[in-house]
């Protein structure tokens, strides 16, 4: 069979550029490995409850009609209106570390203010990063990475307010241990900081479904269960793909969100497989668990949308040696957005870094132990912290005993269901801006190429589909 242009992986990135190709009526094909669709933020049903995979906010909040704004371009370019996505805002979230908070919202003065009290000394200097991150362009520049710990000690003075703003960029989308890209941090700030978080009321179930409606009703063909397991080079250019079942498809442009190193590990056998270097695989995953509640997380002192915490003055960011990380981290309570339909039930979700590897490893008997007592612990450390801290708002309560379900992902569940070696969420550190591959009708979409989260795997394939599947559209 021939297409147009097949898109392997039916996450964000992978549907964003299915939907484009649909629209300039391309014959299309998004082909998935798993049973369902989203890959990093899909959805799935246990024991009777509806839990979101990846889902602690859509970033890049702005309200309807916001020109240039990232969430209204990429709503343009998928005629999808505002309004569908029936967004609840956050009411504030917060940063804590030994003796500090800062809070933030969608009301950019909020930070603004809070750094002036924290930090007065560096008020004006933030104000003028501020300034310079507000007028910068959302876009992945094409050139070597700059640290943004080393652009952020030339611009402020104190280097526990740069702890402070690099720990929840980190979390939402580093690929660098230890640190991030300066244009990927600008990118994020903007998307964090200055436009904002909410989430869709029903999770990403909705934002999920209406991408798969609009793609179908543009008659794109959506194939669940359908790994490929070969791509088909011919004269140093993609020319189709060969499926786990042994069917081959062929077609004109190729476009993968399987992460660079896993495509490349899809070239057909004649086909010369570029070397990926040490350096270009990520390793920066998570294990988190999500508790369901007999109570709503307000009622046991988690007010803030989400926390990001650090128990120490400097967090690390990166792969531990042990399987977590119990020294940093970050809870989501979606209660707390503001919605006209109240959850049926408190959740709180805990993220903490681990070791994809060595999870992959375990032997399968001490998995299930082992998940069950570290996400324990890790919700143990966060209250052991918060208490002995004794943050303004009162005391953020540990949930175990209101506990009435838990369920918790690991980075080897993010490797069963995606496919990503060890589980990693945020890819290569190295990204392709340009999507290019080295193979001709070849390119990537999605966390590789550079752009991450939802809106941003949206626009990569949006971006992405229009520069490389549509240059005659
Ligand atoms: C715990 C966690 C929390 C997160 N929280 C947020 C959040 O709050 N907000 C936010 O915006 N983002 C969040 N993210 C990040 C976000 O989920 C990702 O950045 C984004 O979904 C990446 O999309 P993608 O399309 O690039 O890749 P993926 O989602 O990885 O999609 C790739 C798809 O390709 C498929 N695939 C791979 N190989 C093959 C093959 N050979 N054949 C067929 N199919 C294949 C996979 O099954 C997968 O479905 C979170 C992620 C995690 C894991």
Redesign the pocket.
Known sequence: MRYDAIV???????LGAGIRLAMFDRRVAI????YV?????SFYGKDGYAFD???????NYVPPGVRGAPLTRVLKQLRLRHADLALGEQGHSEVLFPGRRLAFSNEPSLLQEEVARAFPHDADRFRALWRELEASEWDLPQRETISARAVLAERLTDADLAEMLLLPICY?GSATEDDIDWGAFKILFKSIFIEGLARPEGGVRRILNLLVKRYRGLGGELRLR???REIVVDGGAARGVVLDDGTELECDVLLS??GYA?TMG?LSGDAPQPPVDEKERGRMT?L?SISVLDRTPAELGHHATTCFYSTRDRFAYRSPESLLDFTSGLTCAPNNYRSEKPLPQGLLRL?VIANGAAWCALPEGEYAERKAELADRAIASFGEFTARESFPGGSRDDWREHTVYRDTFTPRT?RH????PDGV?YGSPAKRGDGATGVDGLYL???DQGY??????LS??IIMANRHALVSA
Do not use: P
């Open positions: 392997i992986g039916a996450g964000m990135g992978g082909l998935e490995r798993h669709w989203g890959g990093l933020n995979v990846g889902l602690h906010a859509l970033t939402y359908t790994g490929v969100s399987a896993e899809l998570f988190e993220t993010i269901f995606t496919g990503h969420v979409v999605g966390t991450l989260g939802i809106v941003g795997a990569s394939g």
